[in-house]
């Protein structure tokens, strides 16, 4: 079956910091997606991409859709401490499924 | 505008029992997608349903799980005899239409004990 391949799985931020991850597939996706999860919680949709190329802004969230249609990327500028959570990428092919990648953790530096 | 609806939260069942989960979409969805996520997992497509219709169970054990959507009332997840492995988050999502982005729940975890 198709496969997400997140990364980087975990890293800590300062207060301040851009942050960045990514997703890749072996297969082509038609949309692709970014949740955010806090504990305890279900996914909350942040940003969707539908065309290979496209670059979307949310607040101080932008993410692109890769050319070749199998990867991403999610860029967080000027991060917060309420950024902290689970970040997951999800590809959409069909309109039936979502396949979603493995997670990036975010945490605070101590 | 209430957003997807799932209950109960929590949901403790003994191996053997039956576990019944429950998913209101979002006011006008009509497409219904359940997902199960283990810890420190992504999440994982089980099935998709629309009104009084499986449209995709491919995801879905064969045994002992099974989903509908009525056409009045919640969606409902139904695991019979559950085993302990069956313990996970179960979250159902909705769209107003195919290829549409999907919203989710806030989840139930079940556990077997």
């Known amino acids: 079956g198709q496969q997400l391949n997140q990364s980087p799985q975990s890293m800590f931020i300062q207060e301040g910091e851009d942050v960045s991850m990514n997703c890749t597939s072996s297969?082509?996706?038609?949309?692709w997606l970014w949740y955010k999860q806090d504990p305890g919680e279900g996914p909350v949709l942040l940003i969707a991409?539908?065309?290979?190329?496209e670059l979307t802004s949310n607040g101080r969230l932008t993410a692109q859709f890769g050319i070749t249609r199998k990867d991403s990327f999610l860029n967080i500028s000027a991060s917060i401490p309420s950024d902290v959570g689970i970040y997951f990428c999800?590809?959409?092919?069909?309109?039936?499924?979502?396949?979603f990648g493995g997670g990036t953790r975010l945490m605070v530096k101590p | 505008n209430a957003g997807v609806m799932q209950n109960p939260r929590h949901l403790v069942r003994r191996r053997g029992q039956e576990a019944r989960l429950r998913c209101s979409p979002m006011?006008?969805?009509?497409?219904v997608y359940w997902y199960r996520q283990l810890p420190e997992e992504g999440l994982k497509f089980m099935v998709y349903?629309?009104?009084?219709?499986?449209?995709?169970e491919s995801g879905m054990p064969k045994e002992r799980f099974s989903a509908e959507f009525p056409k009045e009332g919640p969606s409902i997840l139904r695991i019979q005899q559950v085993v302990r492995g069956d313990s996970a988050a179960y979250f159902c999502?909705?769209?107003?239409?195919?290829?549409?982005?999907?919203?989710f729940g806030p989840g139930t975890r079940l556990t077997v004990t």
């Open positions: 999502a909705s769209s107003p239409w195919t290829e549409a982005e999907q919203y």
């Open positions: 297969s082509i996706f038609n949309t």
């Open positions: 991409l539908y065309k290979a190329g």
């Open positions: 999800a590809g959409d092919n069909a309109g039936n499924m979502l396949t």
């Open positions: 006011k006008g969805h009509s497409h």
């Open positions: 349903l629309q009104k009084e219709n499986i449209i995709d």
